[in-house]
């Protein structure tokens, strides 16, 4: 090439500038991704202890449903008691009132929790979708050769 001739590297720049705003634009995405996706972790990490503590509840609840089980029978069998009997009788009554109570209180609770869960879960679903479309596309960039070998004179860069 002589010295008379002169190269444009303008477009090669342009390009260049192009695809440096791009790989910005996919960092930020793919960091505030990062941000919501670290979130919902914590979220679901909560909520997964949550669940525990309720699995264990559960598990103290099953035994309380054993031990009312035993005060009714035991209830039944002192209906044909004394009248001192029956002071026992009322008492474990108002003890089987009061699980009750409790039970459907944890019910609610638990349902409510369980709703929660689902929406962490569809969020997540939500989130996983997104995140492979930035990884396709950040592959797609890393793979991407932006230039021919060689200057083509021919070429519009700027497209």
Not at 91 to 117: H, P, V
Not at 151 to 156: E, S, T
Request: glycine fraction near 0%; include cysteine.
């Amino acid at each position: 090439m002589s010295s008379s001739q002169t190269v444009n590297f303008k477009p090669l720049r342009n390009n260049l500038d192009e695809i440096e705003k791009t790989r910005a634009t996919m960092q930020s995405f793919t960091d505030r991704f990062e941000k919501k996706l670290s979130t919902l972790e914590k979220k679901v990490q909560i909520k997964t202890s949550v669940l525990d503590r309720a699995e264990q509840e559960l598990n103290r609840v099953e035994l309380y449903i054993e031990r009312f089980e035993k005060l009714l029978t035991d209830l039944e069998k002192t209906k044909q008691n004394t009248n001192e009997d029956r002071g026992t009788s009322i008492r474990q009554l108002k003890e089987i009132e009061k699980y009750q109570i409790d039970q459907d209180c944890e019910t609610n609770r638990n349902a409510e929790e369980m709703r929660t869960l689902e929406q962490i879960t569809k969020l997540l679903s939500e989130y996983w979708s997104k995140y492979e479309e930035l990884d396709a596309l950040a592959a797609h960039y890393r793979y991407f050769k932006p230039f021919p070998d060689e200057y083509d004179d021919n070429f519009d860069y700027e497209e």
